[in-house]
């Protein structure tokens, strides 16, 4: 068990480097891999060069996200940075539709190392490595590091974790694959969805949830006390008097103690902050629901 005491986002840390074994690499390359993508994906490909990155989700049809991810440029490549629990539905999907394009489309997730700074001092120490660097948040400032070679780094994949929680920006993993909209998760909020790039995969639904108005769920953050560890999938439950009724889905979770947790759910979106919280089948937790540190669009 990692403890976590820091609260990342409020904290002058001077920076933490951290080992992403949770993440995997989608790559796209070939002639059509940009209108291709532009086809398949939540964010407008017109606006990713070689110096930026974009955030993102890959969708069905009915426009529940497959996966989030963070796009970039590689060569002459275009590379989803995602969870890699995710991976196997986005690589199968993309694939589906890829045979009518000229697009080779790989999971390279083995070919990389992937690694992140956070803090005060990490834009300097992103400028002295030697591989990839991508600027992601600031507030602390916050960088995407790859490299073909190993990294080394000081801290596990939770530290990151956390960061994103605080964020309250979310990873999708395998236990909520085609399960949510991404406005469900706040991605319009990162830019993570263009409204105006024109049709791609599953657009018919995110369109309708922005212009009338039909969205009722959205992403929290949650923290406070439990008795057993808490996992993307688990099922929170609210107070309605005297009982317990379902409220939403963990997407994202970090246990900083034994018994205290940090996470990210799916809950309506006009639920009251005061409202309490458990996690289902376990009566002694207790969980509080924070103001969201932005505002939704």
């Not at 049709?199 to 769920?217: D, F, N, S, V």
Request: charged share 25%.
């Amino acid at each position: 068990m990692v403890e976590l005491t820091q609260h990342f986002t409020d904290a002058n840390q001077d920076h933490l480097s951290v080992q992403l074994t949770d993440y995997g690499i989608l790559s796209v390359s070939g002639e059509d891999a940009d209108s291709f993508l532009q086809g398949q994906l939540t964010c407008d490909l017109r606006k990713l060069d070689q110096d930026n990155c974009l955030y993102g989700a890959h969708c069905d049809q009915t426009g529940k996200a497959f996966s989030i991810f963070w796009l970039y440029r590689e060569d002459d490549a275009v590379f989803l940075i995602m969870h890699r629990s995710a991976i196997e539905g986005s690589l199968a999907q993309l694939k589906k539709f890829g045979v009518f394009s000229k697009v080779t489309i790989e999971d390279v997730s083995d070919d990389w190392s992937i690694a992140g700074v956070f803090g005060s001092k990490a834009a300097s120490v992103a400028a002295e490595f030697d591989g990839r660097v991508m600027q992601v948040g600031t507030s602390p400032d916050q960088y995407l590091l790859l490299s073909q070679q190993p990294i080394s780094t000081d801290y596990p994949q939770p530290y990151w974790d956390a960061l994103e929680i605080e964020r309250v920006r979310p990873q999708l993993t395998s236990e909520n694959i085609q399960a949510f909209v991404p406005q469900m998760m706040n991605l319009q909020v990162w830019d993570g969805i263009s409204f105006d790039k024109g049709c791609y995969i599953g657009q018919e639904t995110i369109a309708r949830m922005k212009y009338l108005g039909k969205q009722k769920r959205a992403l929290f953050r949650l923290s406070g006390k439990v008795t057993a560890q808490v996992t993307a999938g688990t099922q929170l439950e609210k107070a309605i008097g005297e009982n317990w009724r379902r409220a939403g889905t963990v997407i994202m979770a970090v246990n900083r103690t034994d018994t205290q947790v940090d996470l990210l759910a799916v809950l309506p979106s006009d639920i009251d902050t005061d409202t309490a919280i458990r996690v289902r089948d376990d009566d002694a937790s207790l969980l509080e629901i924070h103001s969201l540190p932005y505002q939704l669009g």
